[in-house]
């Protein structure tokens, strides 16, 4: 699994006490991407060159998943954001941007409300939060989360199976099939088929209980930084916003149209221009 990026340089960061994979490059403020589930950076190769003239991009392979490490714990979105927030005080970021889609969303939330200082924007995409006053009725319908909860049998279900898995799995929440190259499916799959990932995405939904109860409390403390809140229109575009507002005062967004849940493939220059202007408006 050789994934590169022109003009972006690979390293590995210790932070939290995880060894995390992190890809850099561009100029400017900097802002740092979070990936989603089966996904690592490589999600945001098509929309990290067209903000790296203007910004210091960040990407990282959240702890779990790709090259960074798979301990057996920390995986409440918390802890998750530490993480994250450590890389960047390890690059020297002492305030920045951060933006996460699907699982890299609700870290994203976690990262802003937990590290109140270091945050100066928060972009989320396609993601229903813990917290949301919708969660729990919205948690029952989507399959795929009772699933991965599922401990162990997930993870013998999908073992061997990764292609298939990650590739049906995309397939269903992709609208312009068009727009994906199926080249990245295998990236993620041979991801996801290293020693121990299954198991470390997997735990990112077994934590779900106590997100939704620290994300609760978040809510005490509305956020006041600048919240931009995308999705597909075919996904959770018309809901972002609403959802956005029960955690925050400032917040934009709405959907993107011919597109549903995986936002950063699908429609890469969209999510880089509504990227530019939030961070250049505020």
Not at 124 to 137: K, M, N
Not at 213 to 221: D, G, M, P, V
Not at 226 to 255: H, K
Request: proline fraction near 5%; include cysteine; charged fraction near 20%.
């Amino acid at each position: 699994m050789i994934a590169a990026l022109n003009g972006f340089t690979q390293q590995i960061i210790a932070a939290n006490g995880v060894k995390m994979n992190t890809v850099t490059g561009g100029e400017g403020p900097p802002i740092v991407l979070i990936h989603g589930f089966p996904q690592t950076w490589w999600e945001w190769h098509r929309v990290m060159p067209l903000l790296a003239a203007r910004f210091s991009v960040v990407a990282v392979d959240l702890r779990g998943a790709g090259f960074s490490e798979c301990p057996l714990d920390g995986y409440d979105k918390a802890t998750l954001a530490r993480d994250v927030h450590e890389v960047m005080s390890a690059l020297g970021h002492e305030r920045y941007a951060v933006c996460g889609h699907d699982i890299g969303g609700m870290v994203a939330l976690a990262l802003a409300a937990t590290h109140r200082d270091a945050v100066s924007h928060l972009a989320i995409l396609d993601v229903p939060l813990p917290g949301w006053s919708e969660w729990e009725a919205t948690a029952a319908k989507l399959w795929h989360f009772a699933f991965h909860m599922n401990r162990d049998l997930a993870e013998r279900l999908i073992y061997g199976r990764e292609y298939d898995y990650v590739s049906a799995f995309i397939a269903e929440r992709i609208y312009d099939h068009n727009s994906y190259d199926p080249a990245d499916i295998d990236i993620y799959a041979r991801a996801l088929a290293l020693p121990g990932r299954t198991r470390g995405g997997m735990e990112w939904y077994r934590s779900f209980d106590a997100d939704h109860a620290a994300a609760l409390e978040y809510k005490r403390q509305p956020l006041d930084v600048p919240v931009l809140a995308l999705g597909g229109d075919q996904r959770f575009g018309s809901r972002m916003v609403p959802m956005l507002e029960e955690f925050a005062t400032n917040v934009t967004g709405g959907a993107i149209e011919r597109c549903s849940h995986y936002v950063p493939d699908e429609r890469p220059n969209e999510v880089a221009s509504a990227l530019i202007a939030f961070l250049s408006a505020h």
